[in-house]
């Protein structure tokens, strides 16, 4: 039986997600993009398995499936979607499609179904593979699922969505430090769904409520519940009292008398993060070194600001649904840099609250940057707006690429690597203009 396996998927990034995935679980992986490549690949290796997705452009799962079956009849095909309705499901099942999986895709059930099929590589063969797709792509395996809460654009949330995921596959329990206000909610839906209970009620109590019977009651019923997430979440950890945290390590070591199906249940702890290290110490040493090991910790707000962006869009849009009126959605270039420049101290929090205060304005034209500061409690809007705000940010940005690299900010513009045809004319940073001009409106 030929060891390897084939990922289409029209949409690249989870194209390499599912390969690296593979690779990374002990397989070995090839993908595309097109289906008419898929069909080459057939043609010219063999493989064990395909990975396919349904909704493609040209020729669908369905119409692939055909094809590669007239080639190779035993072929077992795995087709992934999260849009199939009944018609195509019938179709692709009187075409003897191997499985049917939804996307958000159960990692583990998956990785589970492909072990049906395919024998995992040596562990020795596996770390040349990973190697080599590393070398290749200049940087570590980018490997962790599509996120579909959290914002991911920017390298500190991208990073933060990789340790985080990296975690969850080592213990059932996580450390996880946020700021205040930040998306702990947001981190304990992805994780959620990273174990298969996309869509379920999660159990989210207090550290000072764990140890009331009713609550250790709920958790000590999860294993037999099959409408409610399998994991759960604790908030204000770092306060915790000793009693609290010797309660807690006997529930995340599955101690019979508390869980007798405890390794059914995941734990995630949030922590304060600029809290922890004042408390945790004197309460437990013990419990404060296993946090130190395995913490993982999400930036601030204030060092993300396109992730801000996607926040403030995705809310004002869906607060201006609810009103019936789009317009309340619209910002002015000067309120754009207002927010931009805001610092967020209260983060995700305070997102959604300004976003639902915007839209909350009785206004018939975009949000105008004296509205916008009046909202964020500052005296006055910025008198530079949207382009000067760019400007501060973009000088901020390559004095601290030069500071890191201890270079001239010459220097850090050619390690930038900023495409040629955009680099300014001139690298003093008084003169110098825009680098992304089309960042603003019109």
């Known amino acids: 039986m030929a060891e390897k396996i084939l990922v289409l998927d029209d949409e690249q990034n989870y194209a390499e997600m599912l390969r690296d995935l593979l690779v990374q679980e002990g397989f070995r992986a090839d993908m595309v993009i097109r289906p008419l490549d898929a069909l080459k690949a057939l043609d010219a290796e063999e493989y064990a398995l395909v990975v396919a997705d349904y909704k493609m452009p040209i020729m669908d799962g369905a119409d692939f499936m055909e094809k590669a079956r007239s080639r ?3 072929l077992p095909i795995i087709m992934v979607s999260g849009l199939m309705n009944t018609p195509e499901l019938v179709k692709v099942a009187n075409m003897d499609v191997t499985l049917v999986l ?11 179904h492909v072990r049906r099929f395919v024998h995992p590589i040596s562990d020795e063969e596996r770390s040349k593979t990973i190697e080599a797709l590393e070398s290749a792509v200049d940087g570590p395996l980018n490997i962790h699922p599509p996120l579909h809460h959290l914002a991911e654009n920017t390298e500190g949330s991208r990073r933060f969505a990789q340790q985080l995921w990296d975690a969850s596959r080592i213990d059932h329990y996580l450390f996880v430090g946020v700021p205040s206000g930040g998306e702990a909610e947001l981190v304990t839906c992805e994780l959620s769904d990273w174990l298969g209970f996309a869509g379920l009620p999660i159990h989210q109590f207090t550290v000072g409520q764990i140890e009331s019977l009713e609550v250790l009651q709920a958790i000590r019923d999860l294993p037999g519940q099959s409408q409610v997430s399998k994991l759960v979440a604790v908030t204000d950890f770092g306060e ?3 009693s609290q ?12 008398k508390f869980l007798p199906n405890g390794r059914e249940v995941s734990w995630v702890f949030y922590l304060d993060i600029a809290r922890y290290p004042q408390l945790l110490p004197e309460t437990s040493p013990e419990m404060f070194n296993l946090v130190k090991k395995h913490l993982v910790v999400l930036p601030a707000l204030r060092d993300r600001l396109v992730d801000v962006a996607a926040y403030l869009k995705q809310h004002l849009e869906m607060f201006a649904a609810r009103e019936e009126n789009a317009m309340r959605a619209k910002l ?9 420049d805001h610092g967020w101290p209260g983060n995700y929090a305070e997102v959604v609250d300004v976003a639902r205060r915007i839209v909350a304005v ?4 975009p949000l ?10 500052h005296a006055e809007a910025s008198a530079a707006g949207l382009g000067g705000y ?14 890191r690299a201890g270079a001239t900010p010459e220097a850090a513009l050619k390690n930038l690597k900023i495409e040629p045809s955009l680099m300014p004319k001139s690298s003093n940073l008084d003169d110098m203009g825009l680098i992304y001009p089309d960042l603003l409106p019109g």
Request: proline share 6%; glycine share 4%; charged share 25%.
């Open 102 to 112: 939804e996307k958000p895709l159960d990692i583990k059930a998956f990785i589970n």
């Open 240 to 242: 915790a009292t000793r």
């Open 362 to 365: 009785q206004r018939d034209t």
């Open 368 to 377: 105008t940057g004296l509205q916008a500061a009046e909202l964020l409690g």
């Open 72 to 74: 190779l009849p035993n």
């Open 332 to 340: 002015s270039p000067a309120a754009i840099a207002v927010l931009l």
């Open 390 to 403: 760019l400007l501060k940010r973009q000088r901020e940005f390559i004095e601290e690429s030069a500071r």
């Open 245 to 256: 945290i010797e309660l807690l390590q006997k529930l995340i070591a599955a101690d019979p």
